[in-house]
């Protein structure tokens, strides 16, 4: 079925630093993919989506390109801020189901 | 408001003693959620709701997990006879359509503790 594996965390980086969080999928046909966001103390948010291959979502400065020749969908900012310390979840829609499949999360703090 | 709400959003209990989470979906959005995400763990879905459909409870840990919505709206996942281990934030989504790919939109979560 399908799933996503996600880069173990924690990542810590300096602000203004370039951020890369992989993520793969393995997956029947192609399947929206999409990236939420967990701020401390808040709940999960939806921070971009792609709904066909070689779509590019992109919001806050994010961005993740759909590449289905490397069945990848990482995540990007060129240069994060403090703001953006949080938890980042890959996910996916299971196959026939009526849920999401999440990766585990990567926690990201970003130092002054 | 316009988001989904859950309450409370603490919860703590004793072992044994059954509890009940409340979630308030999008006015208007037909699918509901309940997912857990334990500590250092990724987010496990336990059931979904759509309209007046008969809701997919695959997801559900043990018989000890139950969920209800009411007149497609709110709805209520009750945990009888808590264990340890149902220590967790309780998740709510909701989705505008039945298709698995639209957006959910999440709530701030029941932080739950069973002592």
């Known amino acids: 079925g399908n799933s996503v594996t996600q880069m173990e965390g924690p990542v810590t980086l300096s602000e203004e630093a370039f951020l890369t969080i992989n993520c793969t999928y393995t997956?029947?046909?192609?399947?929206?993919l999409f990236w939420y966001v967990q701020y401390p103390g808040e709940g999960l948010q939806l921070l971009l989506k792609?709904?066909?291959?070689?779509d590019k979502g992109s919001n806050k400065g994010f961005e993740a390109t759909y590449r289905k020749e490397t069945t990848s969908f990482h995540l990007e900012k060129g240069s994060v801020q403090v703001s953006d310390s949080a938890v980042y979840f890959c996910?996916?829609?299971?196959?026939?189901?009526?849920?999401?499949?999440f990766g585990t999360g990567t926690r990201l703090t970003v130092i002054p | 408001g316009a988001g989904v709400s859950q309450s409370p959003s603490n919860k703590v209990t004793e072992k044994g003693k059954d509890v009940e989470l409340r979630c308030d979906p999008i006015?208007?959005?037909?699918?509901l959620y309940w997912y857990r995400q334990s500590l250092g763990q990724g987010l496990e879905f336990l059931i979904y709701?759509?309209?007046?459909?008969?809701?997919?409870k695959s997801g559900l840990p043990s018989d000890r997990f139950s969920a209800e919505r009411t007149g497609g709206s709110v709805s209520t996942l009750t945990i009888q006879r808590t264990q340890q281990e149902d220590s967790a934030v309780y998740l709510c989504?909701?989705?505008?359509?039945?298709?698995?790919?639209?957006?959910?939109?999440f709530g701030p979560g029941t932080r739950l503790l069973v002592l």
């Open positions: 989504a909701s989705s505008s359509r039945r298709e698995y790919q639209e957006t959910q939109y």
């Open positions: 709701f759509q309209g007046n459909s008969a809701p997919d």
């Open positions: 006015s208007g959005h037909t699918a």
């Open positions: 792609a709904t066909k291959a070689d």
């Open positions: 996910a996916l829609p299971l196959t026939g189901a009526n849920n999401l499949f």
């Open positions: 997956a029947t046909g192609y399947p929206s």
